[in-house]
């Protein structure tokens, strides 16, 4: 199963300010293990919403709306998906991690990824033959 654990942004993520050396290299250390324990499929983090944009659908409709973004809760400030056998051992992976912000309290949302099969009959063997040549150009990248 594969599981997004998406690290909720802050007053001062949303600043732009950069984290300090130490937390770079405990953030390293920690993505390490994740390496070496096969686990970690990507991680990366993401500038502030004031370098980002939303496209908002309604029916044809679509909205571009400009960062930034006032709910500063409700934004993701990095992201790492992780490919682990249940949402336990994603969280006990997530409590060995160094607080993301140097700052005071932070917050890591686990949400587990769709996988083909959960989208049952829907799901056509067409699709899936499509889903899987896509997947394979992807993995063909350099």
């Known amino acids: 199963m594969r599981f997004v654990a998406m690290v909720r942004a802050t007053r001062a993520s949303e600043a732009g300010e950069m984290p300090s050396e130490k ?14 324990a096969g686990v970690l499929l990507a991680g990366e983090g993401l500038h502030p ?4 944009a939303r496209v908002r659908y309604e029916g044809d409709k679509r ?3 400009d960062g930034p973004f006032a709910e500063t ?36 949302e686990i ?11 829907a799901f056509t063997p067409e699709l899936r033959e499509q889903e899987e040549h896509m997947r394979a150009q992807i993995g063909d990248r350099p």
Do not use: H, Y
């Open 49 to 52: 919403s004031k370098s980002g």
């Open 111 to 121: 949400r587990r990824v769709f996988e083909a099969e959960d989208f049952g009959e």
């Open 63 to 65: 909205t571009v709306i």
């Open 73 to 108: 809760k409700e934004l993701i400030a990095g992201f790492w998906l992780l490919q682990l056998g249940s949402l336990e051992e994603a969280v006990e992976w997530m409590k060995r991690c160094p607080n993301p912000f140097e700052d005071g309290a932070s917050e890591v």
């Open 23 to 36: 937390l770079l290299t405990d953030m390293a250390r920690f993505n390490e293990e994740l390496v070496k």
